[in-house]
């Protein structure tokens, strides 16, 4: 991976968890192109602005016709099913990835209506959505919030959060998976994860993208989508990309869609003794939505719980999943 004699270096704004990213990775060859996929939230939600980048993108008109909308259909279409699933006992609504919390308040303002107490536990990898969810709550005024250090948490650490949340009569728990976050990771691994963390009669409710032309469409389109573009852009800056230098693009392979970014020069990136010599027509992946068909979604499912409910939107391109321990 080194040649001093080729492209300029640049070492100034460059992240050290992305760049770690890129190098433990690698690339891969699809034909004569150099593929480096460094697809994980992890690295979406690194700064304020990455993340208030995301916000902006939920907020926009495309993304609320493609995904919210149908995602609060869901959710208002169902609620019954979640809130008998609860009982009348005092709940923890743990919302994971919790964005600002403006999904998890719609659904905590159901069960507030029919009585139920709730304790609610944003909990997501970036300080700054977690901060943005308790403000959220804080205006509506809707039920306790739990705010400690451990708010801020990656899913695959949920084993050992959830414990510290069970504190006086908050002996249940309601896990939320909103914004179709479940289809940005590989399935069994993050299921494993929540159902690890689960105790008997925890319920766990996700809205997820299933197979069909619609999100096929959605690639075409998403490589001029201005506010997709902006929230990912990030990623390639702060790898000492130039905006100049990077072209966006979308694709629909292998059941998800793929975000990208085509290198559009030769560049040599350096951090610290460590460098990386991009080349002109180089790839770098940055998000990946995966698709699973309905049938093949709920047979994953059963592998991790006990009872399953999927419910289909009409736009038959959107589930609702709702599982107990």
Partial sequence: ???????????????????????????????????????????????PEQAQGYLDLEDSESYQALASGPEYELIENNIDEVIERIGNEPVNVVDLGCGDGNKAAHIVEHLISKGLEVRYCPIDISGYLVQKA???????????????????????NLDNVIPLMDSGKFKKNLFLLLGQTLGNFELNEILYSIRNAMRKKDIFVAVVGVVHPKWEERAKNAKNDKKMNSFLAHIPR????????????????????????????????????????????????????????????????????????????????????????
């Fill in 134 to 156: 308790v403000e959220t709550f804080s205006k509506k005024k809707i039920g306790e919030i739990v705010e400690t250090k451990w708010n801020i948490s990656d899913f695959e």
């Fill in 1 to 47: 991976m080194a040649d001093d004699n080729k492209g300029p270096e640049t070492s100034s704004e460059i992240n050290g968890l992305i760049f770690k990213e890129l190098i433990k990775r690698g690339y891969s060859l699809e034909g004569n192109t150099r593929v480096w996929n460094i697809a994980d939230s992890k690295l979406w939600y690194i700064t």
């Fill in 238 to 325: 702060q790898l000492g990309l130039k905006e100049d230098e990077i072209e966006f693009g979308s694709r629909f392979k292998n059941s998800r869609i793929e975000f990208y970014y085509t290198i559009k020069v030769d560049k040599k990136v350096t951090l610290y003794d460590k460098s990386v010599y991009f080349q002109k027509g180089d790839q770098v992946i940055v998000l990946v939505a995966y698709k699973k068909e309905k049938q093949e979604l709920l047979e994953i499912m059963n592998m991790h719980f006990d009872e399953v409910l999927m419910k289909i939107h009409s736009d038959n391109a959107t589930a609702l999943i709702i599982a107990t321990e």
